[in-house]
């Protein structure tokens, strides 16, 4: 394995991260959340990825269960939380949102559902335009200063966003946001390479989501949704849509192409997905999802394809996607 620090800040991550989103509480259940779990921190994974909306709380305990079953020593791995949602369906105004109030409450209710007494990681899960900056960076501020939290961030924030968030932490001096957690992958390009510069030059880190773009960078989908796979899954119809709207078509005929490279690399196009990622050395921890034990050592087999990606294989593999940001036609 392979590991990055989280920005400029001393905590380094797995490269190659497991998250719960989608998978815990949906596709796996308590049995098959310690096996995934098991086989990645077996194969050096120190990073486990959740938040209080993914299955309604479930997702995080089913984590926590699996992570008191595992017994591991707690200094020797990092588990993460985010707030803004809500956990319920139906959220009262208190319930969702950056306030104070829900961010402390959320926080305690996390660690509670994952059985442990810090977050390493508590991220800001949206913007929230109704509440001000000042209020969310000083409440995560407290958090840390409490104990409750080591490291707080955000996920897709915008870079001016984020940018506020900073000047007031260096105004009032409290602790900035350390990592974002956008999306990151071979058709989703333009944040992590372009807008997000001036924030790399300010320390953050990144934890990268949906590097395989919910499964379509498998090639599973070549031949229409399969039962059990990502976009089968109920009440994700809204993630299928939105998938299908953004040059589907187009996505899974690169996705055809790509599988030629990846198979004189001797790996999967999954395999070879995962790997361009971590190409950017602006990305701290490229954050896989698995419903299996396998799928998990088969996504972390996919380290061993990066070392293979030379200049060479990388401008072939550009050639295909036709969309580096700033090329132009891009």
């Known amino acids: 394995m392979e590991y990055r620090r989280l920005g400029n800040a001393g905590l380094k991550v797995s490269a190659l991260s497991l998250g719960s989103w989608v998978t815990f509480g949906n596709q796996v259940d308590k049995k098959l959340a310690a096996e995934c779990m098991a086989a990645a921190y ?3 994974c120190n990073f486990f990825d959740n938040a209080e909306t993914y299955a309604r709380g479930e997702s995080e305990e089913l984590m926590g269960a699996a992570l008191k079953q595992l017994s591991w020593d707690r200094d020797s791995y990092s588990v993460s939380s985010k707030a803004f949602f809500g956990r319920v369906s139906d959220p009262k105004p208190t319930q969702r949102g ?3 109030k829900h961010l402390v409450e959320a926080c305690d209710q996390a660690l509670t559902r994952l059985q442990v007494e810090y977050l390493d990681l508590y991220y800001c899960h949206r913007p929230d335009p109704e509440t001000p900056v000042e209020e969310t960076v000083r409440a995560m501020n407290d958090l840390i200063q409490r104990g409750k939290v080591l ?3 955000t996920s897709e924030w915008s870079k001016e966003e984020l940018l506020a968030a900073h000047k007031v932490a ?3 001096h409290l602790i900035p946001p350390q990592m974002e957690q956008p999306q990151y992958n071979m058709f989703t390009r333009e944040r992590c390479e372009v807008e997000y510069q001036e924030l790399y030059a300010l320390g953050m880190g990144t934890t990268i989501y949906s590097p395989l773009a919910s499964g379509v960078l498998t090639g599973k989908y070549r031949d229409g949704i399969p039962d059990g796979s990502r976009l089968g899954v ?8 939105l998938l299908q709207s953004r040059d589907w078509e187009s996505n899974l005929a690169k996705t055809e192409k790509l599988r030629s490279i ?3 690399l001797g790996g999967s196009v ?3 997905a995962l790997a361009w990622c971590l190409v950017n050395p602006s990305i701290s921890s490229v954050i896989t999802g698995a419903s299996r034990a396998a799928q998990v050592e088969e996504n972390f087999t996919a380290l061993d394809l990066l070392a293979k990606l030379t200049p060479d294989v990388l401008a072939a593999i550009e050639e295909i996607l036709d969309n580096k940001p ?3 036609g891009a």
């Open 42 to 44: 077996d194969k050096g």
């Open 234 to 241: 109920k009440g994700y119809e809204w993630l299928r849509d």
């Open 170 to 172: 260096r105004q009032q």
């Open 151 to 153: 490291y707080w961030g």
């Open 270 to 272: 999954a395999q070879l």
């Open 262 to 264: 990846a198979g004189d």
């Open 326 to 328: 700033g090329a132009p």
């Open 98 to 100: 950056l306030s104070r």
